[in-house]
Nanobody, 122 residues
Framework: QVQLVESGGGLVQAGGSLRLSCAAS????????TGWFRQSPGKEREFVAAINPGLGVWTYAATVKGRSTVSRDNAKNTVYLQINSLKPEDTAVYYC???????????????WGQGTRVTVSS
């Protein structure tokens, strides 16, 4: 199995940008369907982005589409999520996940990182 570690979160003013990292070890992340989710206190995990292994492209949630970009560095076995024009509503712990099936449902993923916290101030 693959192990995942997120990093890059922090405190950012509204309108700023962050680039989050998901570093994998044990297996190649490219062997898995990969997703990004976020979770605010008292809420369930929310879909952010996921790659369709058949198409090889990323699908974004409407809440971040147009201001988010996913990139990957296969040599570093790392996937990145950059979010621009951050809003207070983006405040959450962000997780990357891996599994056999790309989906908007968190339960479709088997492996999860520990999360990295993003706080957006107004």
């Amino acid at each position: 199995q693959v192990q995942l570690v997120e990093s890059g979160g922090g405190l950012v003013q509204a309108g700023g940008s962050l680039r989050l990292s998901c570093a994998a070890s044990g297996r190649s992340l490219s062997d898995y369907a990969t997703g990004w989710f976020r979770q605010s206190p008292g809420k369930e995990r929310e879909f952010v982005a996921a790659i369709n292994p058949g198409l090889g492209v990323w699908t974004y949630a409407a809440t971040v589409k147009g201001r988010s970009t996913v990139s990957r560095d296969n040599a570093k076995n790392t996937v990145y999520l950059q979010i621009n024009s951050l809003k207070p509503e983006d405040t959450a712990v962000y997780y990357c996940a891996a599994g056999a099936k790309a989906d908007v449902i968190p339960g479709a993923y088997v492996i999860w990182g520990q999360g990295t916290r993003v706080t957006v101030s107004s």
